[in-house]
């Protein structure tokens, strides 16, 4: 970082500064990260003019054209009304169209899907907008095939698919590199080959398709909606994590400085404020694409046409694939004309959807909750044990995913591993040692031992949340819900169903040992349950 570090530590120096340094191949392999921002008109973006960035003046919406520029138009001939009540000029309207409107002027072959809207929770927001068939679609069709002409991913904001990957293998995220390009992307408005875009990600301001944003952009109050889960702690450290991202901004600046020197821009962390790069960067995450099958630089894409605009359902099987010179939707399903368009999520649990995309999937075979065991490290006999563990797949420190419906199985897999770290006999030790496979039950009192705490961890866990399940399900049977609480409130309920049915698990298993009067064993190196 030695040649970022003059310029960054005064990074009011003129850019002309910036333009006279040059770099070797050593300063790309250090840990600068780049990105050119190209900047591009009505022409496609492959023309770079030169364009001045402004600090947006309101932080709360990043997405947030000015109040004339506010208004996205909808499938239909009437206007929308803005955030504050504007309307779309029938001037701008003329001129832009809907979002599919100028994608098939940029190229976008003939589909079978229509933009269709729903209504906010929220009366002051605009309704959001979701892809609905526009015909009667048979499984195997192929909805939309949106070429890569239209597609935005790093390989085509870099220009250079090895840059790309040095960029994404230091300190910076695809996500967060997407979300600054589009950042200064927004500054030049109409300008902006990707301005009907933009206009689109504004009016859904991150929004899920129940209309609520992610956890990320909740306050306080309502993040102890969560009181309990462990999503929110996850929701609190991936916001350490974007703040991280943020704070290397600069370097990205710096580097396209120096490979670009052509296009002077503002410092990132000077041009834009923290909370406009996190709505940025949850809008950027609420739509990114995973490619598969693609370069590095290609697997994140932001498709238009795709989510959120695409509904995302966990028991769907069509996913957006890259296909030659285009990402196509080919529906798993049929579909009468009107029907919202859904496609899969991938494998995700209700936390990552909740957090990714601001809703919870009722119908989630793959929701699970995660269990943590680790081996007491004031064990004398630590090390053998952690060889034991080792030698049957496990870690010192062990995570257990607990899948929705598969409760049985996951405490069947916890058992060996307490087990485990309940032996204390040096013999029991050896004889373990020697052994093959999982641990076995050893004694009733050790057994027992092993149960009761297990039923116990359960048992504080569920205590953790404020409300029971009977609670919840009251709540949730509320028409007037707040929406960001009734999403906060389907995933605990759904987190407390799973570990109900692990501690019934459990009790069913220490009801059946052959004594009941047994007592624990005392274990004084017992395993450390997360």
């Not at 609190?236 to 600069?250: M, Q, S, T, V």
């Not at 257990?400 to 405490?411: D, H, S």
Request: net charge positive; hydrophobic share 40%.
């Amino acid at each position: 970082m030695v040649g970022c570090k003059s310029v960054l530590e005064n990074p009011r120096l003129p850019i002309r500064i910036s333009r006279m340094l040059t770099m070797d191949i050593s300063l790309l392999q250090s840990k600068c990260i780049s990105s050119p921002f190209r900047s591009s008109s009505h022409r496609p973006p492959s023309v770079r003019p030169r364009v001045l960035i402004t600090v947006p003046r309101n932080p709360r919406n990043f997405f947030s054209f000015r109040p004339r520029n506010m208004c996205s138009a909808s499938i239909s001939d009437t206007l929308v009304a803005g955030k504050s009540g504007e309307v779309l000029s029938m001037k701008e309207k003329d001129e832009f169209g809907d979002l599919k409107s100028w994608m098939h002027k940029n190229g976008l072959p003939p589909c079978k899907v229509v933009l269709l809207e729903r209504p906010s929770h929220d009366n002051k927001l605009r309704p959001i907008h979701y892809v609905a068939a526009s015909e009667d679609l048979q499984a195997g069709d192929n909805a939309v095939s949106v070429p890569n002409s239209l597609v935005v991913t790093l390989e085509r904001v870099l220009g250079n698919e090895t840059i790309a990957e040095l960029l994404t293998t230091n300190k910076l995220s695809e996500l967060a590199c997407l979300a600054l390009y589009l950042m200064y992307e927004k500054k030049q408005g109409k300008k902006s080959f990707w301005y009907p875009y933009i206009r689109e990600l504004d009016r859904q301001r991150g929004r899920g398709q129940l209309a609520v944003e992610s956890p990320l952009l909740w306050s306080d109050t309502e993040l102890d909606y969560l009181t309990g889960s462990p999503t929110k702690a996850e929701v609190l450290e991936r916001a350490e994590g974007i703040k991280r991202e943020y704070n290397e901004l600069d370097t990205v600046w710096f580097m396209a400085g120096s490979l670009f020197q052509q296009y002077p821009y503002d410092i990132p962390t000077e041009a834009f404020p923290f909370e406009i790069f996190k709505q940025a960067f949850v809008a950027v995450q609420s739509c990114v694409v995973h490619l598969q099958k693609v370069s590095l630089a290609r697997r994140f894409a932001l498709v238009p046409l795709g989510p959120p605009l695409l509904s995302y359902r966990s028991n769907c099987k069509a996913m957006l694939t890259a296909v030659d010179g285009a990402v196509q939707l080919v529906v798993d399903r049929p579909y009468k004309a009107g029907d919202p368009i859904v496609v899969w999520c991938g494998p995700q649990p209700n936390s990552k959807l909740l957090i990714n995309y601001g809703f919870v999937d009722e119908d989630n075979s793959y929701d699970r909750i995660m269990v943590q065991a680790a081996l007491n490290t004031e064990d004398p006999q630590y090390q053998e044990k952690r060889m034991v563990a080792q030698r049957n797949g496990k870690l010192s420190i062990q995570a257990f995913p607990v899948l929705v419906g598969k409760e049985r199985e996951a405490v069947s897999d916890m058992l060996p591993y307490l087990r485990l770290g309940y032996v204390s006999d040096p013999s029991e030790m050896q004889s373990v040692i020697c052994s093959q496979g999982p641990i076995c039950p050893m004694s009733p009192c050790m057994e027992r031992a092993v149960l009761e705490q297990l039923a116990n961890y359960f048992e504080t866990r569920l205590a953790g949340y404020p409300t029971k399940l009977s609670e919840d399900e009251f709540l949730l049977a509320a028409c007037n819900l707040d929406p960001k609480k009734r999403v906060a409130t389907q995933l605990v309920r759904l987190e407390k169903k799973i570990l109900t049915a692990c501690l019934r698990v459990t009790i069913d298993l220490a009801n059946q040992l052959p004594d009941l009067s047994v007592s624990p064993c005392p274990a004084p190196y017992a395993p450390i349950l997360k």
